[in-house]
Every structure is written in structure tokens, then in C-alpha cells.
């Protein structure tokens, strides 16, 4: 088990996962290509650095990582899952066993892919989703359709296909990537527009024919940050993961850091916020450890106690006790002060979900 996973190879993810790793942290880092640096010709406002490629600063940051003892993974995570108690995060990543973590750090880059179809962005939220998980409920016994051909695509049709009446994975034209096994429909076919009245009743071909579907479900491309932070039920602005000063999301044990958070799109914040990430990982793991120690020490020694040992209670009052306490008050401020942050930043000054 891992005490971080990093998702993202750019310079948000590489930041958390070589300050992570170096303060002692096991850290797996998996990233499916160069991000937003890949496409960046020459790069001339960084400090220390003029006229670099970004392709050349990627594989520096990649090849820093590994020096610092960070596990590299290449592939693509399609999903994100915790299990009930919230302790223990789980990606499923392309190619890969699933690798699980007691924290993550979303740093995958910019935006989600939206294909410029006509109805698509009319039809949000009154049957165009962008998360099965979250959505798929609501399309019990009916038609759907996702929007996709690769990897993450199936992923979201797998998840559909226990609910649904029917999935058919539309790819727009484009060829499929991977094997859509049975019964998932394929229909390779050009995309006209998302059709309905109030809500979607189907999708129309370039060719005239009308695929009949009560849902979309976008999943073009890779899931991105926000879409993987969605599934956990984290606050979402504006296609942006919504974080406080520290990166910590609404989610407990969830960072986000860099491009898929609000703000500048550029290296020095995405490094800096990476770093942020990897720091407050730190401070949270040793603070769970202290909490899981003293309060272990105390249900041993309480125990023992019990079992008729002799047990030095004063002593133990003096040492474990405090600690317990002052532990658990500063969890419970530390993480009503941070839900309440977040509150007031997603739903505005003094508007509470109402
Ligand atoms: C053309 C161009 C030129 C630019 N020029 C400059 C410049 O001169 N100066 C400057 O400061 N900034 C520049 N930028 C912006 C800068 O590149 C970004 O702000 C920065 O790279 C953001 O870092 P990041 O780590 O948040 O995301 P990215 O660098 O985009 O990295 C995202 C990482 O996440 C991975 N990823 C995403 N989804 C998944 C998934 N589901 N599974 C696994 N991995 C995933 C990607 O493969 C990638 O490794 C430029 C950007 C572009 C596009």
C-alpha cells in the first residue's frame, strides 16, 4: 500500500511526488503522457531557465522522481474509488494492476475534453453527464450512450452496463482503441447533434439515423481531474477541482494541485501547489501516525489494565492522554475549518447549499 498516489507526470504531480518521497513517503506516481508540456515549444519564464523545450523539462521531471525513489507507472487511470470507510484510495490504470493509496494528489492538467457537438452542452445535467458513477442511477433500465473510444470510455460503459437497458459507445468518427466487449453496442458513425425536449431522447447521426438514448455520458479522451475527483463526490467549479489554499479538496485524503485546479495556467503555480500537496501529505501522515499511536498505546495499556496488569494509570494520563486529546481536537477543528472553507468557496458568501 502506498502512502501517496500522484496522478499526473507534469510539473504539478512531479512538485507533490518529490516532496512527498523525499520526507520518507512511499509515493507512486502514474501519468499517461507529457501534458500540457508536450505542447510547449520553448518555455522562457521559469526561473533558472531560459529557452528550454517542455518535452525536455517533462523527461527531466519524470527522471527526477525515479531519482528520488518514486515509483513510476505509465498508463492511463480510468477510475477512482475509496473504499467504504474512506481510508483507502483505489486507481484502476490501464495496462497495470489496480495500485491503491491512503492519499491521492489529482495533478492531471487542464480541463476535459469537450467534442464541440451540437445539444451537448445545452442537454448538461438534463441527461449530457460526465460521471457514470455519479449519474448512472438515474438511468436505470434505459438507453444510454457514452461518448468515447478509448480506454476510459469503456471504463464508464462498464460501469453503465449493470443499470442501463442498453450501452452503445459512440465514437464520433474516430476509430476505437481498445475492445468494447459484448453487449456493448459500437456505432462508429459521425455525430450531428444531442436531440430532445426537456431532457435527451436520443443522438443523431451524420447519416440521418437516430441512435435512441435517455443519457450521455461524455467520456472523449482521458479522464481528467475533475471527472476522477466527481466520482468521489468532491466540489467541482467551473470544470475545475475546487481546493483551499493548500490543495486539500472537500474530500478527506484528495489533493488536487496545477492546471486541473482554478486559477493561472502556468509552471511556477503548478510546481508550487505540487509542492504544497506533497507537503501537507507529509504533515498529514505524521499526524496519523502520532493519533494511531497514542491511541493505541492508550487501548493497550487500557487493556492491559483491564486484564488485571499493572498498569501505571497516572503515568499513562500524563503521557498518552494529552496526546489523544489535543489529536483529536485538532482533527475535528482542522477539518470543520477546511469543510467550511470550501463550503463558502463552492456555494458563495453566506450561501449554504440550501
Ligand atoms: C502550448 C503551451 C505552451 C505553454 N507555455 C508555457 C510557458 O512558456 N510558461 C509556463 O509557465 N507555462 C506554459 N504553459 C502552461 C504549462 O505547460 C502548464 O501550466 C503546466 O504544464 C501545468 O502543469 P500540470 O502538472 O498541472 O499539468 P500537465 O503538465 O498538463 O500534466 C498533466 C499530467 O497528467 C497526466 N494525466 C492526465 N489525466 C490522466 C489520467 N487519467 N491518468 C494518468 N495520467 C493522467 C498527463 O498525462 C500529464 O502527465 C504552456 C502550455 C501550453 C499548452
Redesign the pocket.
Known amino acids: 500500500m502506498n502512502d501517496v498516489l500522484v496522478?499526473?507526470?507534469?510539473?504539478?504531480?512531479v512538485s507533490a511526488a518529490v516532496y512527498a518521497a523525499r520526507a520518507g513517503l512511499t509515493v507512486t506516481l502514474?501519468?499517461?503522457?507529457?501534458?500540457?508540456?508536450a505542447?510547449?515549444e520553448?518555455?522562457?519564464?521559469?526561473y533558472g531557465l531560459y529557452s528550454t523545450s517542455?518535452t525536455d523539462m517533462f523527461d527531466k521531471g519524470i527522471a527526477q522522481a525515479q531519482a528520488v525513489g518514486v515509483t513510476m507507472v505509465q498508463?492511463?487511470?480510468?477510475k477512482l474509488s475509496q473504499d467504504e470507510a474512506g481510508a483507502v484510495f483505489a486507481a484502476d490504470i490501464t495496462g497495470t494492476a489496480q495500485v491503491q493509496a491512503r492519499a491521492v494528489v489529482l495533478?492531471?492538467?487542464?480541463a476535459r475534453a469537450v467534442p464541440p457537438i451540437e445539444g451537448l452542452a445545452a442537454f448538461e445535467r438534463k441527461g449530457v453527464s460526465y460521471c457514470a458513477v455519479c449519474d448512472g442511477f438515474f438511468f436505470r433500465g434505459k438507453d444510454v450512450a457514452v461518448l468515447g473510444n478509448g480506454a476510459y470510455a469503456l471504463s464508464e460503459a462498464q460501469e453503465l452496463l449493470p443499470l442501463a437497458g442498453s450501452v452503445t459507445v459512440l465514437t464520433n468518427g474516430a476509430e476505437p482503441i481498445v475492445d468494447f466487449p459484448d453487449p456493448i453496442k459500437i456505432v462508429t458513425d459521425k455525430i450531428q447533434a444531442v436531440t430532445g425536449e426537456k431532457t435527451v431522447a436520443g443522438v443523431t447521426l451524420e447519416s440521418g439515423e437516430t441512435i435512441a438514448a435517455a443519457g450521455v455520458f461524455v467520456a472523449v479522451g482521458?479522464?481528467?481531474g475533475s471527472q476522477?475527483a466527481m466520482k468521489l463526490g468532491a466540489f467541482i467549479n467551473d470544470e475545475s477541482v475546487v481546493t483551499d489554499d493548500h490543495g486539500r479538496t472537500s474530500i478527506a485524503g484528495l489533493w488536487a494541485?496545477?492546471?486541473?485546479t482554478a486559477g493561472v495556467?502556468?509552471?511556477?503555480r503548478?510546481v508550487q501547489e505540487?509542492m504544497a500537496a506533497g507537503m501537507e501529505n507529509v504533515g498529514n501522515f505524521f499526524f496519523q501516525l502520532l493519533f494511531v499511536a497514542s491511541g493505541g498505546n492508550l487501548l493497550v495499556q487500557s487493556t492491559l489494565y483491564g486484564l488485571g496488569y499493572e498498569v501505571e494509570l497516572a503515568d499513562l494520563a500524563i503521557t498518552v492522554l494529552p496526546v489523544s486529546i489535543v489529536a483529536l481536537l485538532w482533527a475535528t477543528t482542522y477539518y470543520y475549518l477546511k469543510d467550511r472553507r470550501l463550503r463558502k468557496k463552492y456555494y458563495g458568501d453566506g450561501k449554504e447549499e440550501s
Request: with cysteine.
Open positions: 496522478i499526473g507526470g507534469g510539473p504539478a504531480g502514474v501519468y499517461k503522457d507529457g501534458g500540457a508540456l505542447k510547449a520553448r518555455v522562457d519564464n521559469y517542455g498508463g492511463e487511470v480510468v495533478a492531471t492538467g487542464s482521458t479522464a481528467g476522477l494541485a496545477g492546471d486541473c495556467k502556468q509552471i511556477a503548478a505540487g
